[in-house]
């Protein structure tokens, strides 16, 4: 008889099952998308990387013209984010004119940092449109 001081036996129960984490795929080699260049001008790095790539740090094809394989499905965890932050300061930089000065006048946060002037311009519904479910709203 097994003595009660012995562990149980977990045999029949699952352990191997894998974190979602673990199974994420690798990133396509070679698609990476270069972090900003620190200061107050990184909105303008931003706004490089989005129109014309950044070929010296890797950049080589415009974040406009990457293939949704780049940062749709897989990839979405690796690029998309960083990718959809270059296009809102893209977006906001020709809604305001199109200039330097009328961008950081109209979004005087582009002259403190990139992490603020992104806040504001994922809390503007013209910048940030908002996804919408599938399944309606809760009303629905």
């Not at 200039?99 to 992490?115: E, G, L, N």
């Amino acid at each position: 008889p097994p003595s009660e001081t012995a562990e149980p036996d977990r045999s029949s129960t699952s352990t191997s099952k894998k974190k979602k984490k673990d199974c994420r795929p690798a990133p396509i080699q070679g698609v990476t998308i270069p972090n900003l260049k620190p200061g107050t001008e990184s909105w303008k790095n931003a706004l490089e990387q989005w129109e014309h790539g950044e070929p010296a740090r890797g950049l080589n094809i415009p974040l406009k013209d990457w293939p949704h394989a780049w940062y749709k499905g897989a990839m979405r965890t690796f690029t998309g984010t960083k990718r959809r932050e270059r296009e809102l300061v893209s977006i906001a930089y020709h809604k305001a004119g199109g200039t330097d000065k009328a961008f950081t006048d109209v979004y005087p946060q582009a002259r403190i940092s990139i992490r603020s002037l992104l806040e504001v311009l994922r809390s503007d519904p013209e910048i940030s449109k908002r996804r919408k479910s599938k399944n309606g709203t809760p009303e629905e």
